[in-house]
């Protein structure tokens, strides 16, 4: 699972809007939970701690879905790089 399908699976089982979850975590719209949704941008790491807290999961899992999303992340551009290609 990415971290994007994550998010938003873990804030739907949490019962939480994205304007509560934005407005909890000092965001002045509900834009920026969106955007993490739908993979069009990432929640600082900081904030992934924070998140953790109010979605009531471990921050062991948490961790875990952001270092294999990053990992995918550097693999997609490196392979894009190397072979002049996108990875799908």
């Not at 990415?2 to 939480?16: I, T, V």
């Not at 992934?48 to 899992?61: E, G």
């Amino acid at each position: 699972m990415n971290l994007s399908k994550f998010l938003k699976e873990k804030r739907l089982e949490a019962g939480l809007s994205q304007g509560t979850v934005a407005k909890k975590l000092g965001y002045t719209s509900p834009q920026f939970i969106s955007n993490w949704e739908r993979g069009l941008s990432q929640p600082p790491v900081a904030t992934l701690r924070k998140i953790a807290q109010l979605y009531n999961i471990s921050v062991n899992d948490m961790f875990d879905i952001m270092l294999k999303a990053t990992i995918e992340q550097v693999t997609a551009e490196l392979t894009e790089k190397f072979y002049k290609q996108k990875v799908k």
